[in-house]
């Protein structure tokens, strides 16, 4: 007797077709071929013995010990909610005091995606739109798309998300009759997934003015994406997007440990509006309880000690090097193709490369089969990084990674892609 089909939910439709995965799938079968898609960080700066002394400082005494492996709460613990509002601090380049806000109205999460993904839970109906960076960060729209969200993509430039195209968007949308659809502008701050480019300062004073201003039949958030912020190799830190909005009522500030700690150790954090706290306690008092109270500890501990700022500053050295080693190898191997260009990002993990309008860069094209299959490197299509047809998406992009491969690696797996372009031009 043949066993019926599962009846899945819709959805369960609308989080098929995960990129992702697929790209992880990918990386784990083909060993040997040159990683410069995957997102990870350098396996050699990840911080083990600084984990390993704080998890032994944290079980030397038993009570202590017995704290951190019960049960935390929903907002998660509220001596790593109090080091976080001096850590924000000292990213603000400010006292805590000027930071108008309480550990209350920050909330840890397990990663900064369980928080994107509670933020879209708590605030989208379907139908309703997100505006976006063109291009963004790709799993984010995988969970906007999860929920039913209209995405809708905004020109951007070197300088990131262009204003003008912002409010020429928001005209429009209000002209249809839709402005009460708008919920949310959704912006990676610093070094932008995939593109690394990060946000001018004039600009992030005007996106909240923007978000002000149009917030005529409900308040439309934004949600600042900061989860770059600290890796910079080069240039000043400006003040956040967040920094800017001083009713503290318009800008979700979420930022993570997974780039400048650990990524398995899954501590994020968002810092919300006042009057949205009690939603995302009770959408994730539904999902999880609490996020890991043991991680949130070592988190806690390596703040305290100082030695997470040093384990920072080690991080943008080598990743320094690593940008280098990719942007010299870009200008060695790419500089004779024509129609070929790059950014060149002051902090982050990827370099975004532009190539002719005629090669497709997709998972099924002949650059992508060439370069995974033949001269055995991989790179993440840059079209994922749009919202499904957008007049603004582009085939002929991609992303490319200096984060888990070493210098002379990256350097082979630079050699390799020209070597599949070429192949592929001829
Ligand atoms: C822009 C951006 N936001 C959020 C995340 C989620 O990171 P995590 O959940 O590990 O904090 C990532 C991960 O790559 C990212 O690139």
């Known amino acids: 007797m043949s066993v019926p089909d599962i009846s899945f939910s819709q959805r369960r439709q609308q989080a098929a077709e995960q990129s992702i995965a697929y790209l992880m799938q990918q990386g784990i079968e083909n060993r040997d071929v040159i990683s410069l898609a995957a997102g990870f960080v350098d396996e050699a700066t990840l911080p083990v013995s600084l984990v390993r002394e704080s998890i032994a400082d944290i079980l030397t005494d038993d009570a202590a010990g017995r704290g951190v492996l019960q049960y935390g709460t929903t907002a998660g613990s509220g001596p790593l909610r109090e080091n976080l509002l001096d850590h924000v601090a000292r990213l603000e380049n400010c006292t805590t005091a000027e930071l108008n806000v309480t550990a209350n109205e920050i909330v840890v999460t397990s990663g900064s995606q369980q928080l994107l993904q509670h933020l879209s839970d708590v605030l989208f109906d379907p139908g309703d739109i997100c505006l976006v960076a063109a291009p963004t960060y790709f799993v984010f729209l995988g969970t906007l798309n999860g929920v039913g969200v209209q995405t809708i993509a905004i020109d951007t430039d070197e300088h990131g998300m262009c204003m003008n195209a912002l409010e020429e968007e928001l005209a429009r949308i209000e002209q249809a009759g839709e402005l009460n659809r708008v919920k949310m502008i959704y912006l990676v701050s610093s070094f932008e997934n995939p593109s690394g480019v990060t946000l001018a300062d004039n600009r992030r004073k005007q996106v909240v003015d923007i978000a002000k201003r149009w917030s005529k039949e409900h308040r439309i958030l934004i949600l600042e994406d900061a989860a770059y912020r600290e890796l910079r190799y080069e240039g000043e830190d400006g003040p956040s997007i967040w920094s800017y909005d001083d009713s503290r009522q318009h800008v979700i500030l979420a930022q993570t440990f997974s780039k400048s700690f650990s990524p398995g150790i899954r501590v994020a954090y968002g810092v919300l509006p006042r009057d949205l706290v009690s ?121 490319l990674s200096f984060g888990v491969e070493s210098p002379e690696v990256i350097h082979d797996g630079m050699r390799r892609l020209s070597q599949a372009i070429r192949h592929v031009m001829d």
Do not use: C
């Open 279 to 399: 939603a995302i306690h009770d959408v994730k008092g539904n999902f999880d309880f609490g996020s890991p109270n043991l991680n949130q500890r070592i988190v806690s501990h390596v703040l305290q000690s100082g030695k997470y700022q040093q384990h920072v500053a080690g991080l943008q050295s080598s990743y320094r090097v690593k940008r280098d080693a990719m942007l010299a190898a870009a200008d060695e191997f790419f500089s004779d193709l024509p129609g070929v260009s790059w950014l060149r990002p002051n902090g982050g993990l990827y370099v975004w490369m532009t190539l002719p309008d005629e090669i497709q860069t997709g998972f099924n094209s002949p650059l992508f089969q060439q370069a995974s299959t033949t001269d055995g490197v991989m790179y993440v299509p840059g079209e994922i990084a749009y919202p499904k047809g957008s007049p603004l998406q582009k085939q002929s992009q991609m992303r």
